[in-house]
């Protein structure tokens, strides 16, 4: 395109870049998928998750937020780099509460996706750390289940920057950091079930519930019923 | 006033309007949040769900933006605190030196138990990390005074002239209404300055650098503090003239010079000492910095544990600004303006972060930023910020005033000039000492008369737990680097309750925002837990050095990049104290326990003996 483009390499694989691009933005241009869970399309990188660490020039970083740079050299399938992406999965699987046999989000989840496409088998090796929070169920049409949640911020994110509203936001530190709503409760915010945060495939897992929605798709035909998470990046390279 | 100040339920707006007041002072500024919530909680003793509401809609956010930093300060409260908070360090070094007995002693005397606010709202008793006043532990935060050297009988006779109304600062400072507030400072606080050292803390004559400096162009002054070789005292250890020149490159409108007095890192209290008896020395240095880089615009972001410097530093400021050596004009030269706000913490270690220091001064949750962009080139409110330590402002005023070379000839080939080492824990002689680099921990510890030293923590729980073996390193940056904290442990200490303590501490203090170190430093403190209860398999001993590779390969900040150091740097030198404690049957029953056939496995794995355990025994 421009005289300014230049190109570095993922895995070995030339990939061409604008500058101000990310290593992620570059790679899905390219059908290259690095692994993520916080990031999302059309909104802010947050660069919370960790799961798109890669390395480049040999220095660990997050893909998502790590500008790409002329000739920088990235690796980013690699046995060890996935191995951390699973220790980050089991992480976060261990620190809420996930049963995913009586979850709606089964077969539409990311966090479950992933951990298929990381080999993630029984997680056994980390505590469980078995939180116990609340369901609010207040608004008529929407039910939010943090115990799911994997502080990925996208729905925070999105009501703040795209819906114009910040009905969700960050509260506490360390491991207490937890999302919470911008009132009492969720019935008490003007979040609408028309809003971008609320729309399926803003929240990753199942806290999000549009109510009278559950489990609406059959099983077979759920979006990772399909191929596995990332499949449609990696598909822009074989077409 | 008998009212119960943290009631807000009377029918009046009363409490809104005076919030509203509180916030109408710093401008209805967001960027103030931090001031805001500070006056709430003075005011009020808490932070209510009426407040958050009202100081979002004076400053333009959302309840929830407001809630997200009024939760995550550990002095800001979202439940009613007691018009007497007492904070206790817990700290190690603390519980080595019977802060149980003291915490007992106040518990009896007010009535209520450690994290207890009592019922008529009069005290609140709680626990917060390292408050900086590790060379005469134990120690207590009540309010915003300080009172140290605690014993049983010394708490409760507090606790009883708390209860009979005397003011905390009485308390702590018997006399203190004729004293200015340096005095007051030095009389609430021991300075313990062991050893002067020629460039810190021997005579210092006053602006001497900065009227060098005056006579240089700015990148004249970047020049000789590059030549001199200064290393950010901070930890890090950066190169202070390259990052001095890197802010001055930067095209900017606007840009900053901070002082980073958050001194979190348990074990350290040098920047304490500075800020008492040279913070004439280190505003110096920020102007010589504000003259370097171009800005005219400072802070000093001071911890919340260190408010009891507050108006010492005010009054110096003043007397600078008095003298035209801060503000307009300064010393005579036009268009040189530079001035100084001191910005105060809340409690959050994280804060001391760079880039987490300027989201907390930007009124957001003290949460790293994501790099780059560095904060030399996008910073505070998007402009280029320099950042450096209380002690590097000082060693740079000092470089200008005397000359690189003076202060290139000190120390070693990569660390030059002299470091303040703040030592703790178990020798006769804690506090603070200046020397060059170089020297070897064998060195220092005759010196401190801590030579029956089993362990010695260098650098506080990021760095590294050191063991006899090893006394002959250097303090260097090359060798055994450190911001300055020394903790010495004899052999009855337990390496693994430290470990255990440093963990926690690093739970207590992660921001959260990134999985590896808000999940992983939790599991890596439970791992510990079991070692400690002896319910450890071999295996476990992989578990946390894998454990801790993936924190430190994925963390987001330098805190979860350093906060499996207790773990790794005391399996590496104190092999034995894990291995002895672990149990191979694989029935989870341990039916005999040999302690020597087990230290013998560790024994020819480690090839050599650990001190420590050996000792305690055979
Ligand atoms: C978790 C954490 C805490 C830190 N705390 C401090 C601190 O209390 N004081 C300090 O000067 N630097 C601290 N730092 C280092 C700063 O990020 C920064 O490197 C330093 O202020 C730069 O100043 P210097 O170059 O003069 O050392 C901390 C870093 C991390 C990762
Ligand atoms: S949110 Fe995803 S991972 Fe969690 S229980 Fe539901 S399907 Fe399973
Ligand atoms: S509720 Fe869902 S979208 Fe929001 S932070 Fe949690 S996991 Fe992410
Ligand atoms: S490493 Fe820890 S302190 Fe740093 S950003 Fe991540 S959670 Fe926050
Ligand atoms: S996707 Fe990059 S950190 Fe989450
Ligand atoms: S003040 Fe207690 S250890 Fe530092």
């Known amino acids: 395109m421009s005289g300014t483009g230049f190109s570095f390499t993922i895995d070995g694989v030339a990939v061409a870049a604008e500058p101000g691009q990310t290593i992620m933005e570059a790679a899905d241009a390219a059908g290259l998928y690095i692994p993520r869970l916080c990031d999302h399309e059309g909104l802010r990188h947050q660069g919370g998750c960790r799961v798109c660490t890669v390395k480049a020039g040999g220095r660990s970083v997050s893909a998502c937020t790590q500008p790409a740079a002329p000739d920088l050299v990235v690796e980013n399938e690699t046995p060890h780099l996935n191995k951390l992406r699973r220790d980050l999965v089991e992480m976060l699987f261990h620190e809420g509460n996930h049963l995913c046999p009586i979850c709606e989000a089964s077969g539409n989840c990311e966090l479950q996706a992933m951990a298929y496409r990381l080999d993630m088998t029984a997680p056994t090796r980390f505590p469980y750390l078995q939180p116990s929070r609340t369901l609010d169920a207040s608004h008529p049409d929407i039910a939010l289940d943090t115990n799911r949640c994997i502080s990925c911020g996208r729905c925070i994110r999105a009501s703040q920057d795209v819906d114009r509203k910040g009905v969700f936001g960050y509260v506490g530190r360390g491991i207490h950091r937890r999302v919470a709503v911008n009132a009492d409760d969720l019935a008490s915010t003007d979040a609408s079930i028309e809003d971008a945060a609320i729309a399926a495939g803003t929240c990753p897992v199942g806290c999000i519930i549009r109510k009278r929605h559950g489990f609406a798709t059959p099983i077979g035909e759920r979006i990772f019923d399909k191929g596995p998470i990332g499949h449609d990046i990696e598909d822009k390279r074989r077409e | ?618």
């Not at chain 2, 333009?60 to 007497?84: D, H, N, W």
Request: charged share 25%.
């Open chain 2, 1 to 618: 006033m008998d009212v119960d100040p943290s009631s807000e339920r009377n029918d009046s707006d009363e409490p809104t309007l005076r919030i509203a007041a509180i916030c109408a002072a710093y401008g209805n500024d967001r960027h103030r949040m931090l001031d805001i919530l500070r006056d709430v909680q003075e005011g009020f003793r808490w932070v209510s769900p009426r407040s958050l509401e009202t100081v979002a809609a004076c400053t333009g956010l959302s309840r929830v933006q407001v809630e997200g930093v009024a939760s995550f300060y550990s002095f800001l409260s979202l439940t009613p605190k007691g018009r007497i908070t007492i904070r206790l360090c817990d700290d190690i070094v603390d519980r080595f030196a019977g802060l149980a007995a003291v915490a007992a002693a106040f518990e009896a005397e007010l009535g209520i138990r450690m994290g207890e606010t009592s019922a008529d709202g009069s005290f609140s008793l709680d626990y917060t990390p390292c408050i900086g006043m590790c060379d005469q532990a134990p120690a207590a935060m009540i309010n915003d005074v300080v009172v140290t050297r605690l014993t049983p009988e010394r708490a409760a006779s507090i606790g009883s002239a708390l209860r009979a109304g005397r003011l905390p600062l009485e308390i702590a400072v018997p006399g203190h209404a004729g004293l200015s507030p340096a005095e007051r400072a030095a009389a609430m606080v021991e300075n313990n300055i062991r050893h002067a050292g020629p460039v810190l803390l021997g005579p210092v004559p006053s602006d001497a650098g900065l009227r060098q400096a005056l006579e240089l162009t700015p990148t004249a002054i970047i020049d000789a503090i590059e030549a001199s070789g200064l290393r950010g005292c901070g930890g890090a250890g950066f190169s202070t003239g390259r990052k001095w020149r890197a802010a001055a490159s930067e095209p900017a409108e606007r840009r900053f010079v901070f002082c980073n007095a958050d001194e979190g890192e348990p074990g350290t209290f040098k920047d304490r000492v500075l800020l008492t008896e040279r913070a004439d020395l280190m505003i110096e240095g920020m102007t010589i910095a504000a003259r370097a880089v171009g800005a005219r615009e400072g802070l000093i972001y001071l911890r919340g544990e260190y408010a009891y410097l507050r108006d010492h530093l005010e009054a110096v400021l003043e007397s600078r600004r008095a003298g035209g050596r801060l503000g307009r004009r300064i010393h005579g030269i036009e268009g040189f303006d530079f001035d100084v706000r001191l910005q105060l913490g809340a409690g959050a270690y994280v804060c001391g972060e760079e880039g987490a220091l300027i989201s907390s001064c930007e009124g957001l949750p003290g949460e790293p930023k994501t790099r780059p962009p560095y904060p030399v080139n996008r910073g505070y409110l998007g402009f280029p910020t320099l950042v450096n330590n209380v002690e590097t402002f000082c060693h740079a005023a000092r470089i200008l005033g005397r000359g690189a070379d003076w202060f290139r000839a000190m120390g070693t080939d990569r660390s030059h000039g002299t470091k303040l080492f703040s030592v703790s824990g178990d020798c006769l002689n804690p506090g603070v000492y200046e020397l060059a680099y170089g020297l070897t921990l064998a060195e220092l510890l005759t010196l401190v008369g801590g030579e029956d030293a089993a362990a010695v923590q260098v650098g506080g729980p990021s760095g590294t737990m050191v063991d006899r073996a090893n006394f002959h390193r250097r303090l260097s940056f090359d060798d055994l680097a450190t911001g300055g904290a020394i903790i010495v442990f004899s052999a009855r200490r337990n390496i693994l309750e430290i470990v255990d303590y440093y963990m926690s501490f690093f739970v207590h203090e992660s921001c959260g925002y990134c999985t590896p170190c808000r999940v992983g430093n939790v599991f890596l403190h439970k791992a510990i837990g079991k070692f400690r209860a002896g319910l450890a398999n071999p295996e476990d001993i992989d578990y946390l050095r894998d454990l801790s590779q993936t924190i430190i390969e994925t963390s987001r900040c330098g805190l979860g990049m350093t906060s499996p150091n207790p773990i790794l740097t005391t399996l590496q030198n104190f092999p034995l104290v894990y291995s002895a404690l672990v149990k191979s049957s694989p029935d989870r029953v341990r039916a005999s326990f040999d302690v020597q056939s087990a230290i013998e496995g560790a024994r020819r794995i480690a090839r050599r003996r650990s001190t420590i355990f050996d000792e305690d025994y055979t």
